[in-house]
C-alpha cells in the first residue's frame, strides 16, 4: 500500500468517526451513514433519508448506502469509500458483547480495512475504548 493510499484513507476515517460520535454522546445511537472521497481529494457525506410512509431498519439504510457507493466506484468518481454503523462486537468476556462504532473503508488502490472504536455507557457518560482495525474486504471497488 503506498503512503498516499494509506493517508487518504486515513483522511476519510477522521472526517466520517467524528459524527458518529458527537451522535452516541449526544442521542445513543446514530443512522448508518457513509463517505467517500472525490479523486482531486474532497470529503462529501452521504446520509439516506428516512421514509414517512415506511420505516427502514439499519441494514436497509447500509444496503442503500452500499449501493451508492458501489455505483460512484465503478463510474471511476471517487478513489475512496467508507461506510460507518452500530455494531456489537465480542467483548473481553467471552459470554459478553460490546457497543461499537464500525467504519468499512475502501480505496480503489486495492486497500479496504474494518475499523472499529468500542464504547460504552456509564449513568450519562459515554466511554470510548481503543480503535483497531482488521483488514477488510474488497466490496466496492469490484470490476
Do not use: W
Not at 38 to 61: I, Y
Amino acid at each position: 500500500m503506498s503512503e498516499d493510499t494509506k493517508k487518504e484513507t486515513n483522511a476519510l476515517l477522521n472526517s466520517l468517526l467524528p459524527f458518529a460520535k458527537k451522535m452516541i454522546i449526544e442521542y445513543g445511537e446514530f443512522y448508518p451513514y457513509a463517505g467517500y472521497m472525490d479523486p482531486n481529494g474532497k470529503m462529501t457525506t452521504l446520509a439516506v433519508r428516512e421514509s414517512n410512509e415506511k420505516k427502514n431498519g439499519s441494514k436497509e439504510f447500509i444496503k442503500l448506502l452500499e449501493t451508492l457507493l458501489q455505483g460512484m466506484c465503478k463510474e471511476n468518481k471517487v478513489k475512496a469509500v467508507g461506510l460507518i454503523f452500530d455494531v456489537k462486537i465480542p467483548d473481553p468476556n467471552p459470554d459478553s458483547k460490546t457497543d461499537a462504532i464500525e467504519i468499512v473503508l475502501e480505496h480503489k488502490d486495492g486497500y479496504a480495512a474494518e475499523v472499529f472504536l468500542p464504547y460504552t455507557r456509564k449513568n450519562d457518560n459515554v466511554i470510548f475504548g481503543k480503535i483497531f482495525a482488521q483488514k477488510g474486504k474488497t466490496n466496492f471497488f469490484v470490476s
